[in-house]
């Protein structure tokens, strides 16, 4: 099945005002080749449905009235779910040929005839439900071996690792990215959510505090009141800067003007759930260094990034890295990691989807 001029309903976990993830860039890729895409978000406190056009994308915003429909007869929650897809397909131009779903918190059964049914599994910890999904799609995608090893242990049911998709942008301009002076290391940067408590605020206050010469810069949304003291402590220190969100067009060059890009999440105990972020594709399309916790779906790629092992502090991980910080940045080792990245654009992605529906 060619991806356009399809009418496509992607059913979202997250809303589409606020942070992007990859399912809020696949939706723009798939409006960019001339397909409807129409996005429904999480329910709202609306008093009706609301549509609003957003760069080319219908959001859809909605009221939920039936409340624990989850827990309702199979018949009753399809009934339900049918009712409200269709009055979506009424409001927003016609029927529609793809059911692209994200979200299995929801919808816990694909409605029949209304279109191909395709199931994108993107996180481990969603995966306590929706398996009624999985046995009802058409297809059912995800972007981790965890996953796919998860769910079809549970069902039977083969599932597709297909991984991340880059969005584009982080492609433009790069054809001498690979090219860097060599100096020593004196900005390092992470960027992504942080209010959560995945992170290991112990491992981020360690390498921070033993590197006073280098300056960290932290970008992206953060709640001043979580409840973690080495998040607090962190942000007093001198040599680091918490800017908070910065839009994707002005934080691709914040990251490639960077010498170190770094995360840690608590790997120990989320190793599954973290088994590999989407930031990871991002930060390779740049060349440059790149530390991090460790991340199953890496493991075989030791030439892209520094991992620290499960469990392990993130520290003598990320001071390794700087002792072998030139030949980490060297133009051969730079290329190598766009070279990754920029074989996985969402182009790319959409190609191999193209293919495994057809």
Request: aromatic share 10%; net charge neutral; hydrophobic share 40%.
């Amino acid at each position: 099945m060619e991806l356009r001029g399809k009418r496509i309903l992607l059913i979202s976990p997250e809303p589409w005002d606020g942070i992007h993830m990859s399912k809020h860039h696949l939706a723009q890729a798939l409006a960019d080749k001339g397909n409807t895409v129409v996005f429904l978000d999480p329910p709202h406190m609306v008093r009706s449905m609301e549509l609003a056009d957003r760069d080319g994308i219908t959001v859809v915003r909605y009221r939920h009235w039936l409340k624990g429909i989850n827990s309702f007869p199979k018949r009753l929650h399809l009934w339900y779910y049918q009712l409200l897809i269709q009055r979506i397909a009424e409001r927003s131009g016609g029927p529609f040929d793809i059911l692209w779903c994200f979200d299995t918190s929801r919808m816990q059964w694909f409605p029949q005839d209304m279109g191909y049914k395709l199931l994108h599994l993107a996180d481990y910890n969603i995966l306590h439900q929706g398996m009624g999904l999985v046995r009802t799609a058409d297809r059912v995608l995800c972007t981790g071996q965890v996953i796919k090893e998860h769910v079809e242990k549970l069902t039977g049911i083969p599932v597709v690792n297909i991984g991340h998709g880059l969005d584009e942008r982080w492609c433009m301009g790069a054809e001498t990215l690979h090219i860097r002076e060599q100096q020593a290391p004196s900005s390092v940067v992470y960027a992504g959510q942080l209010a959560m408590h995945y992170h290991d605020w112990e491992g981020w206050l360690d390498i921070a505090t033993a590197h006073p010469e280098l300056h960290f810069k932290i970008i992206g949304p953060y709640d001043g009141h979580l409840a973690e003291p080495a998040f607090h402590r962190l942000r007093e220190l001198p040599n680091v800067l918490f800017t908070g969100p910065m839009s994707k067009d002005a934080l691709v060059p914040e990251l490639r003007a960077a010498d170190i890009l770094f995360f840690g999440f608590r790997s120990a105990a989320l190793a599954k759930e973290r088994a590999n972020p989407h930031k990871v594709l991002e930060y390779l399309s740049t060349g440059n260094v790149v530390v991090g916790s460790y991340t199953l779906e890496y493991l075989g790629h030791p030439e892209l990034l520094c991992m620290a092992p499960q469990g392990a502090p993130l520290l003598p991980t990320f001071n390794a890295a700087l002792e072998r910080y030139q030949a980490l940045n060297s133009p051969e080792a730079r290329a190598r990691r766009i070279a990754f990245a920029q074989a996985r654009t969402l182009n790319r992605l959409i190609e191999r989807i193209e293919q495994l529906i057809a």
